[in-house]
């Protein structure tokens, strides 16, 4: 079993919708999230960075962490075309460790 | 510009070559990392270091060599390149801050292509 399991989709929304972006992981100790974008050719652009249980908000942009569950969310309001990227969940102790990444595409 | 800059963008080169990926960070970062970027496998950890002088051994560190002398270098090496090292590289880094590491900034990466 992998450390951090995600879906790599790909994902296809219309214009608008609200997404959902999942992660699931092994290891308890992590104790820091992050989520990160990463566009075609480009390197990963941290999104969210996250220490605790509960959510955290940022623009159209929510980060959620259950740590009984060992699973992360990164929810999209209103989803646009330019937030078509692979989206990459992150966790940490000592290393970071990533997940293989969600592409989504945001259909106009 | 402040930041974190990869060069070359892309490289051809062929098996047994030497090559060198040059990592160049403006923050005064104190960690800086490599990373290989593959189908199926995500963002591999190759080498880290904690400051200059200061290295250690990520996940898939064979084939590889790192140096960093200043805190603002942390070039990549493969010594004798093979196919199977065909991959977008990563450079990152991240502060430290109260004892713990701050999140990593990437550059945009450098396409190898080993033939």
């Known amino acids: 079993q992998k450390e951090v399991e995600q879906d790599p989709g790909p994902l296809s929304v219309p214009e608008g919708a609200i997404v959902s972006l999942n992660c699931t992981y092994s290891n308890s100790a992590f104790q820091y999230f992050m989520w990160y974008r990463q566009y075609s050719r480009k390197g990963p652009e941290l999104l969210m960075y996250t220490y605790s249980s509960g959510n955290k908000e940022d623009g159209r942009f929510t980060a959620q962490v259950d740590k009984s569950s060992k699973y992360i969310s990164l929810f999209i309001r209103d989803s646009q075309p330019s937030d078509s990227a692979t989206y990459l969940c992150?966790?940490?102790?000592?290393?970071?460790?990533f997940g293989p990444g969600t592409r989504l595409s945001v259909l106009p | 510009d402040a930041g974190i800059t990869q060069s070359p963008r892309y490289k051809i080169t062929e098996t047994g070559r030497q090559v060198t990926l040059m990592c160049h960070q403006t923050?005064?970062?104190?960690?800086m990392f490599w990373y290989r970027q593959d189908l199926g496998h995500g963002l591999r950890l190759i080498y880290y270091s904690a400051a200059a002088d200061i290295t250690d051994k990520g996940e898939v560190p064979d084939g590889y060599v790192v140096s960093r002398s200043k805190t603002e270098n942390f070039p990549l090496t493969l010594e004798s390149a093979t196919r199977s090292q065909t991959s977008v590289y990563f450079c990152a880094s991240s502060a430290r801050t109260a004892g713990s590491n701050q999140p990593q900034h990437f550059g945009d990466g450098t396409r190898l292509s080993i033939l």
């Open positions: 992150a966790m940490k102790t000592q290393n970071f460790v």
């Open positions: 923050w005064s970062h104190s960690y």
